[in-house]
Nanobody, 120 residues
Framework: QVQLVESGGGLVQAGGSLRLSCAAS????????MAWYRQAPGKQRELVAA???????NYADSVKGRFTISRDNAKNTVNLQMNSLKPEDTAVYYC??????????????WGQGTQVTVSS
């Protein structure tokens, strides 16, 4: 059983910062790409940022220069540092990991989501 647990969401004023963290636990053999997605009310879930096991990164245009994704392979964690937050960043943020559990296939796992609210 593999689980992803997010933390760090909350309410912040526009221009402020938040740091999201996600920890993968369970019977993990290997982790490939980890990513953060978000879903605002009435909108589709969208990719925010992704990082490969080799630490190559990819960002949505809307967050480039403001958000930074990082990971600690030894701890099976991924973080999202969010600076210069805007009201349009308000959403539920989900952690995603492409993970191979012990004796299992590669598959995508999702966290339960953490709310980020940016007030104007």
């Amino acid at each position: 059983q593999v689980q992803l647990v997010e933390s760090g969401g909350g309410l912040v004023q526009a221009g402020g910062s938040l740091r999201l963290s996600c920890a993968a636990s369970g019977s993990i053999f290997s982790i490939n790409t980890m990513a953060w997605y978000r879903q605002a009310p009435g909108k589709q879930r969208e990719l925010v940022a992704a990082i490969t096991s080799g630490e190559s990164t990819n960002y949505a245009d809307s967050v480039k220069g403001r958000f930074t994704i990082s990971r600690d392979n030894a701890k099976n964690t991924v973080n999202l540092q969010m600076n210069s937050l805007k009201p349009e960043d308000t959403a539920v943020y989900y952690c995603n990991g492409n993970i191979r559990a012990n004796w299992g296939p590669w598959r995508n796992y999702w966290g339960q989501g953490t709310q980020v609210t940016v007030s104007s």
